[in-house]
């Protein structure tokens, strides 16, 4: 089993910064692209961004040039540094990862329980 572990989320003033983290733990064979995405009330979930194993990464356009995804391999933890923050930045951020847990098997894709990023004065 693969367990993801989302931590740092909290209340920040527009403007502010706030960095997430996300642990995987757990067996598999591969642990592949990771990522983040968030949830805002009577929204449907989209994306934030990906980091591949090689630490390519992709932003979805609202995030770029405020936000940073980062990987540390040898921890299996993505790091989103997010600055700049506005009030619509306000959702659940879940962390994802797609993981090959035996050699030859099909990819699944493991989500974390989300974690709560409010961004107010």
């Known amino acids: 089993q693969v367990q993801l572990v989302e931590s740092g989320g909290g209340l920040v003033q527009p403007g502010g910064s706030l960095r997430l983290s996300c642990a995987a733990s757990?067996?598999?064979?591969?642990?592949?692209?990771m990522g983040w995405y968030r949830q805002a009330p009577g929204k449907e979930r989209e994306l934030v961004a990906r980091?591949?194993?090689?630490?390519?990464?992709a932003y979805a356009d609202a995030m770029k040039g405020r936000f940073t995804l980062s990987r540390d391999n040898a921890k299996n933890t993505v790091y989103l540094q997010m600055d700049s923050l506005k009030p619509e930045d306000t959702a659940v951020y879940y962390c994802?990862?797609?993981?090959?847990?035996?050699?030859?098997?099909?990819?699944?894709?493991?989500w974390g329980q989300g974690t709560q990023v409010t961004v107010s004065s």
């Open positions: 994802n990862a797609d993981v090959q847990t035996v050699w030859g098997t099909i990819m699944k894709t493991y």
């Open positions: 757990g067996s598999w064979f591969s642990l592949n692209t």
């Open positions: 980091i591949t194993r090689d630490g390519r990464t």
